[in-house]
């Protein structure tokens, strides 16, 4: 079974701060692991995604995020955040045979300030 | 390459009537998943389609049921409807050794009454 807890349902930064939104997960195999965004009124959009291999990920829009095993998480940053990032945030884990449902967390909204 | 899309994007039923919600993948993808999102659950797993077939199924009732064509595209079906059904629901379609990277159409967002 996997499960994935998202720590903080709203986070709120200042433009060109830091950007750093929390996802531990549990696996019983070695999972795959992405985050999502969405806008309001829209569907959800890949940000990024660890399959194998590097554990530090880049994905678009300037976000990454890296896997850390012993810790179980895969904690989503961006260096200087702007106002488009405003939205929510979701972490997803799945097994990797490949045909496993997704899991997400229950989502982070973030708001930037001006 | 043209994304998911859903139809309808707005429905407004009554309870206990019955509606079919319809997805059209992306062009080669033969998985499909539908997931229902509301404030107080999140994003909730439904099934998924594969090649026509039921691959996976989340902890739904039966009153919610799916199918899928040859052409991959996938319709679900809720009947009876409940006030609780409200919700958007969102379908995904993945192509085969995507490692389950899913892309997401804009959803139908459903309002029982």
């Known amino acids: 079974a996997q499960s994935v807890t998202q720590l903080g349902s709203h986070v709120s930064v200042s433009e060109g701060a830091l950007v750093l939104l929390r996802c531990n997960y549990s696996s019983s195999v070695p999972p795959y692991l992405f985050w999502y965004v969405q806008y309001p009124n829209q569907g959800l959009q890949l940000l990024l995604k660890?399959?194998?291999?590097?554990?530090l990920v880049k994905g678009i829009n300037g976000f990454e995020a890296e896997f850390k095993k012993s810790e179980t998480s895969f904690h989503l940053t961006k260096p200087s955040a702007h106002m488009s990032d405003a939205a929510e945030y979701f972490c997803?884990?799945?097994?990797?045979?490949?045909?496993?449902?997704?899991?997400f967390g229950k989502g982070t909204r973030l708001s930037v300030i001006a | 390459k043209a994304g998911v899309t859903q139809t309808p994007r707005y429905l407004i039923k009554t309870r206990g009537q019955q509606v079919t919600l319809s997805c059209s993948p992306i062009s080669g993808h033969r998985s499909v998943s539908w997931y229902q999102q509301t404030p107080g659950q999140g994003l909730q797993f439904l099934f998924e389609y594969f090649s026509e077939t039921q691959r996976n199924k989340g902890n739904f009732p039966g009153r919610f049921s799916g199918r899928q064509f040859s052409n991959s595209r996938s319709e679900m079906n809720v009947s009876t409807l409940e006030l609780g059904d409200s919700a958007l629901y969102l379908c995904a379609s993945s192509s085969v050794g995507s490692y389950n990277e899913q892309f997401f159409g804009p959803g139908t967002r459903l309002t029982v009454l």
């Open positions: 660890y399959t194998t291999g590097a554990t």
């Open positions: 997803a884990v799945s097994g990797n045979s490949g045909n496993t449902p997704l899991v």
